[in-house]
């Protein structure tokens, strides 16, 4: 038996026998995806959770949020997003949010909530009182956010005040002769 060693397929050990290579590929793809497993976002997935969740509710996660989702209600914030849980989901998928306005902005979420949200902390605000808002005295009483105005007319912009120290080059044509 010869060796040949692989370097297009990083699973395979270099130097293996040919034969051996053979048996492991033909193995690799006789495998079929478990089609049971709970990892997998399938058709009946979505149908279980519309009978979940309801037509309404359904159609209108379908619209904002691309997918059907079961879960259970852990609380609402103060601008009145609804934050969700439901660890039968797909991980990391298991926390999401229905928005009160459906203009998407990172700013609308508080930031004891957006912690939970990102898997930094295990307990939502509702069950943690360090994370819960709690208003300054410098903060308005009404709950509004301060939009993100990137790409917007309203962005920062900075300007100079000062004289710059590199001057641009300006062309000059001299006459002809």
């Known amino acids: 038996m010869t060796t040949r060693p692989r370097i297009d397929q990083p ?4 130097g293996l026998p040919v034969a051996e290579q053979e048996q492991h590929r033909r193995r690799e793809r006789s495998k079929k995806p478990n089609s049971t497993s709970p990892t997998m ?3 009946t997935r979505t149908i279980r959770n519309l009978w979940r969740v309801g037509i309404k509710d359904a159609f209108h996660q379908m619209n904002y949020i691309g997918d059907t989702k079961a879960g259970v209600l ?3 914030d103060r601008f009145g ?3 969700f849980e439901n660890n039968e989901e797909l991980p990391l998928r298991t926390r999401w949010i229905d928005y009160k306005v459906h203009d998407f902005d990172a ?3 508080e930031p004891g909530w957006h912690a939970w949200m990102s898997y930094t902390v295990d307990k939502p605000p509702t069950q943690d009182s360090l994370l819960a808002y709690q208003r300054r005295v410098w903060e308005d ?3 509004k956010t301060i939009p993100n105005y990137t790409q917007t007319r309203g962005a920062y912009k900075p300007y100079n005040t000062v004289k710059s120290k ?3 080059w300006e062309p000059t044509a001299v006459e002809r002769k």
Request: hydrophobic share 40%.
């Open 11 to 14: 699973n395979q050990a270099i």
């Open 41 to 43: 976002s399938t058709i």
């Open 74 to 76: 852990v609380g609402t």
């Open 81 to 83: 997003n609804k934050y």
């Open 107 to 109: 700013a609308q979420i």
């Open 141 to 143: 009483t009404d709950a």
């Open 166 to 168: 590199i001057t641009m």
